[in-house]
């Protein structure tokens, strides 16, 4: 899953029976979880919009992973 530039790993929690998201390749920690995934897809969204936001209110550059230089 993908969104402005970065990228989520999605589980499944089979004991919670809800689907669980995490942004990869950066140090800040973002996490998401819902039940559906249309409901996970939004929620991921609103994730990182909150993040970038979070980052704009508080003068920080929002982490991005890096980019791997193409062969």
Known sequence: MTYKGY?????F??????FVG???GIADS???HR???KELSE???AAIDH??????AKGRVPLKA??????
Do not use: G, M, W
Request: aromatic share 8%.
């Open 22 to 24: 995490k942004v990869i």
């Open 43 to 45: 929620n991921f969204q």
């Open 35 to 37: 039940e559906t995934v």
């Open 66 to 71: 890096p980019r791997l230089a193409k062969p």
């Open 51 to 56: 993040y970038i936001s979070d980052c704009a």
């Open 30 to 32: 973002i996490t998401f």
């Open 7 to 11: 990228t989520a790993r999605i589980e």
């Open 13 to 18: 929690d089979e004991r919670d029976n809800i």
